[in-house]
């Protein structure tokens, strides 16, 4: 089909491009392959899954950012479409950019009114490639996709030798399909090569913008960092999205905890029941001694509320993974959302405090995932790592990991038989050392000292049952002494500083920190200066609350409703709330830059504050959208 | 009250174990429970089957959920270290306990409204999950702390105290635990220690789950006229299938039996289960056979007890999970962590090519 677009889009490693295909059609690892290719072009993506909860049939798109600055948030808006379900047809249209680009498969004729004027068109027959190549239905299924890939490979003038040899790396030993997806890949290649105007407006250039980093999920990278923080025992029941946790724990472990000598297993993993057993469970080995842990996601957190009151009062340590997705109830069981923060902090009935850490990318997943062992170990106390659906289910270039040998697990306070030998004062619930923590001993450890009662009712301080008020206040002060102490061994915010003083201010954590990079980039450019605080632990640091005290207007930007961390913040920093403005972005896609400096610039406008610098915005309306 | 320690006054002649240990050793605080109830002569016979079994005190944990009985771990081994955790999921703890080190004894201790109702879900998957544990059920089919209750395992047609009639259907946890796989099943009475001491020698020598519904009056609240789980109802209807003694390895055997009327069952760590047979025609070993005769008895009124299924070459979970023989909390750094060469080696993966 002829077009006639005047203002066809012309850029070079700066475009999104996004499939849009049928679930359970096979196209997940033909687009991962094609993300790969650009890597190893040398050029940044960042792509994510946008997935029905659903096994076959419903629709799906695989949404890829082609950034040569390295922006690795979501940009909104499409560039490039590759439409390959009927049923998301129209919609998938409008989403293009005028002047944008539509792959589709042409077999069928589909009348002009499907289309618009202002979109390069570029027809792939697909279909009648594949009937015409392959017998087998679920052949002409797969290579379908792969050929996609290869016709693509043409139109962005990637080198067809960088997506051959992933090929060959993906099915290494595996010859037959190696020559087999080559050769799909080559037919669909070839047809754009001979048919289409190759290479296109959009297109990808050998670069040097990836360096040294890995292309990881963050699920994938929880995992890996529970097998280097030491966790032995994992128990946990399937919820998406954080399934993959577990199975990368278990995937690790077998590679590096099983023993050489006899091939058993230096690790257990249960997949309980439910929650409440798979959090009990770990609550029972912690006690015992091991470090132990579980994933869930929202529905987990609130059915494990009663346990984490327990491992609270009763002093455990545990480890939760919590893969936050859209809630409330069963929500949006495939989308991202940062929507648990209130719920965990103060987690169960009764007064509650919990230790909260919020990774950014995959490599802090892997680093807080590991320290979230000796930090519970330290403190006796349930720690939560909060990540969410778009940190942990999509791959993302980081930082790769890194382990100091010399490191070795802090164990935390831990009397030993030779201590109680030695005439050690025991006391379960005792304040020796006035940081709030008690020494604990492990069961097992001595045959007549050091054993003590375990309970959730209240105890004095050598955990005998007590209902005596003094015992009581007496625990529950030494409790908040202890969460004192946590802000001490936390990880600190992340501070940047804008180039000149700044009455502005912005606070942000986890998933936000790549699209509020680029929003701080893009509001500069505006002419707005923030400085920008990342938030990484809860109990909150003091220099947080310095932060605020510092600057005019703090915008607090997340990905929920509520406004929960500004809740903590105005809870637990005595902050008085007209002072916090709130980003707030929940409509489960991942918030993008445009969204942060455009809201920023909203706020500052409707407040009329007045800035000299102030430039007016040039910015495309997708990347200026607002959550529903 | 359990702050008060007993006193540790103990005459010359006082019983020693060959590890020195007195019964007091394996006593726990002073019991809050009301005089006469079924629980502390449990509590009573587990003091019994660990002196006798000669066990070091340390060498086990003891875990409970929530309740009259829950409360009982208090009352014995008070050098074990014990959890009282929430109502109803005893079970999810004592297996992670069991998974971080398999070389202790556990000891789950429960109650119907614990084990039956709220708990019923995490009782039915520790059994068919294989965990090596001895779980007694203190079963008086009432609510104690609460004041009077039906729980689940009260009879269809007995009467509460005050008069009340219940209706549902009585969930047998000896027929879920042996439908559910646990692979040593018995069944007792508070009331008769003679045959409550050696069942729980035989399950805390027992691999696998291990699991005693033990009757136990309910003083208070369910021992009238009218209830089946008073002291006079549960001896008028026991109906014993077998009296064990439980030999160990180092026992010599000097009882002598008449032909016929014992069967012997060596366990896998060398322990005998001698059972000495009411039934004559009863065969424990006999998974099915149990599940029928329990209910064609209980179908009569009667209550039926005595070891009623043990298979000693069960496996327990450690093994399914193919762990180390090295406890999991014993694991040191360098048997953890892979270290950085390693994750180097990763990051090569992770990169581009």
Redesign the interface.
């Known amino acids: 089909m002829s077009t006639n677009v005047t203002k066809a889009i012309r850029r070079s490693n700066d475009f999104v491009i996004k499939f849009a295909n049928v679930n359970g059609s096979g196209s997940a690892s033909a687009n991962e392959l094609f993300a790969r290719a650009i890597i190893n072009m040398g050029v940044p993506v960042a792509p994510r899954n946008i997935f029905p909860s659903n096994i076959q049939g419903m629709p799906t798109w695989y949404e890829m950012r082609v950034s040569a600055s390295g922006w690795l948030g979501r940009r909104g808006g499409c560039d490039l479409m590759v439409a390959m379900n009927p049923q998301t047809w129209d919609r998938d249209i409008a989403e293009l950019e005028s002047g944008g680009y539509l792959v589709y498969d042409s077999t069928k004729t589909l009348p002009r009114s499907r289309f618009r004027e202002d979109i390069t068109v570029l027809g792939v027959p697909l279909t009648e490639i594949c009937n015409r190549e392959y017998t087998d239905p679920r052949q002409r299924q797969l290579f379908k996709n792969i050929m996609y890939v290869g016709s693509l490979t043409a139109l962005l003038d990637i080198e067809f030798a960088v997506v051959e040899k992933l090929i060959a790396e993906q099915y290494r030993g595996k010859d037959k399909l190696i020559g087999a997806n080559v050769n799909a890949l080559r037919l669909g290649y070839d047809y754009a090569r001979t048919h289409l105007d190759c290479p296109i407006g959009l297109r990808v250039e050998r670069s040097d913008g990836v360096g040294d980093r890995i292309f990881v999920n963050g699920n994938d990278a929880c995992g890996l960092g529970a097998v280097y923080g030491g966790a032995t025992v994992a128990a946990w029941y399937p919820i998406t999205p954080s399934t993959s946790v577990i199975e990368a724990f278990s995937g690790y472990c077998r590679k590096f905890r099983t023993d050489p000598d006899n091939g058993m297993a230096r690790y257990a993993v249960v997949q309980a029941e439910d929650e409440l057993a798979s959090i009990g469970m770990v609550i029972g080995a912690a006690w015992n001694g091991a470090r132990a842990f579980t994933a869930t996601s929202g529905p987990g957190i609130s059915l494990m509320q009663e346990f984490f009151g327990l491992a609270y009062f009763a002093e455990v340590p545990v480890v939760v993974f919590d893969v936050q997705r859209g809630g409330p109830s069963t929500g949006m069981p495939t989308r991202t959302q940062q929507s648990d923060l209130i719920s965990c902090a103060y987690a169960s009935h009764g007064d509650t405090k919990h230790v909260l850490l919020f990774p950014e990318d995959p490599y802090e997943c892997f680093t807080l995932g590991a320290q979230a062992f000796d930090l519970a170990d330290r403190l006796q106390t349930p720690v939560f790592v909060l990540l969410d659906l778009d940190i942990g289910m999509n791959d993302r270039l980081c930082q790769p990991f890194d382990w100091d040998d010399q490191r070795r697990y802090d164990r935390g306070k831990v009397m030993s038989a030779d201590d109680l030998e030695a005439g050690k004062n025991f006391g379960r619930y005792l304040d020796v050392d006035g940081d709030g923590i008690p020494w604990r001993t492990i069961p097992g450890t001595h045959p007549n000292k050091g054993a003590f009662f375990s309970r959730g009712t209240t105890r004095n301080a050598y955990a005998k049952y007590s209902e005596t008020g003094t015992d009581y206040v007496y625990n529950m002060e030494r409790l908040r002494r202890k969460f004192e102490t946590a802000k001490s061994l936390l990880p600190a915010p992340v501070l940047r500083r804008a180039s000149q003083p700044s009455r502005f201010g912005a606070i942000y954590y986890g998933s936000t920190g790549p699209a509020m990079d680029e929003a701080y980039a893009l509001l500069k450019k505006q002419g707005i200066e923030i400085d920008a605080l990342r938030v990484r632990a809860f109990p909150f640091a003091n220099e947080i609350i310095d932060f605020i005290n510092e600057h005019d207007y703090i915008f607090v930007v997340e990905q929920n409703e509520n406004g929960q961390l500004r809740m903590l913040l105005i809870n637990e920093g005595e902050i008085d709330p007209k002072r916090l403005f709130r980003v707030l972005h929940y409509d489960g896609t991942p918030i993008t830059a445009g969204f942060i400096s455009g809201r920023i610039a909203d706020i500052l406008a409707a407040l009329k504050v007045k800035i000299p610098s102030l430039v007016t915005p040039a910015l495309s309306p997708n990347r200026q959208q607002v959550a529903s | 009250m ?2 008060f320690a007993k006193p540790r006054l103990l005459r010359p002649d006082t019983p020693r174990n060959s590890l020195g240990y007195t019964r007091r ?1 394996y006593e726990g ?1 002073i019991s809050t429970l009301c005089a006469g109830c079924g629980h502390d002569s449990i509590s009573a016979a587990v003091v019994q089957a660990c002196f006798d079994l000669e066990i ?4 086990v ?1 003891k ?1 409970s959920g929530i309740g009259c009985s829950s409360k009982t ?2 009352y014995f081994l ?9 109502h109803g ?1 005893m ?11 398999r ?2 004894l556990y000891l789950g201790v429960s109650g119907d409204g614990d084990s039956a109702s709220i708990g019923i ?2 009782f ?2 520790a059994m068919r ?1 294989g965990v090596n544990m001895t779980y007694i059920v203190e079963n008086n089919g009432v609510y104690g702390l609460t004041k009077g209750q039906f729980s689940a395992t009260a009879d269809k047609g007995s009467k509460s105290k005050r008069g009340v009639v219940n209706n549902d259907t009585p969930i047998d946890l000896v027929a879920l635990a042996l439908q559910l796989g646990a692979s040593y099943v018995a069944r007792s009475f508070s009331g008769d220690k003679e045959q409550l001491i050696p069942l729980i020698k035989g399950a805390m020598r027992h691999r696998g789950p291990a699991f005693i519904d033990v009757i136990s009056p309910c003083v208070t609240f369910n021992n009238h006229a009218g209830s089946t789980k008073s002291y006079d109802y549960v001896r008028e209807h026991n109906e014993a299938v077998n009296r064990l003694d439980v030999i160990l390895p180092r026992d010599k055997i000097n009882a002598s039996y008449p032909p016929g009327s014992l069967r012997r069952v060596v366990q896998h760590d060398g322990s005998i289960l001698n059972l000495r047979k009411l039934d004559q025609d009863y065969d424990p070993s006999d998974r099915i056979g149990a599940m029928n005769h329990l209910q064609e008895r209980q179908a009569l009124g009667e209550i039926v007890t005595g070891l009623l299924f043990v298979d000693s070459s069960a496996e327990e ?2 093994r399914h ?5 090295k406890p ?4 040191g ?1 360098a ?6 060469k ?2 180097e080696a ?2 090569a993966s ?4």
């Open positions: 359990t702050y050793d605080a070091e005190p340390h060498r944990a875990l771990p208090d008070g050098n074990s270290h014990g959890f009282n955790t929430t999921r079970p999810s703890v004592l297996t992670g306990a069991a998974l971080a080190n070389d202790l879900g995490q039915a998957h999950r979970l450690h999970l193919n762990t180390v023989e999991l909390n014993q694991l750094d048997y953890l962590c892979p270290g950085s390693a994750l990763l990051n992770l990169r581009r090519s």
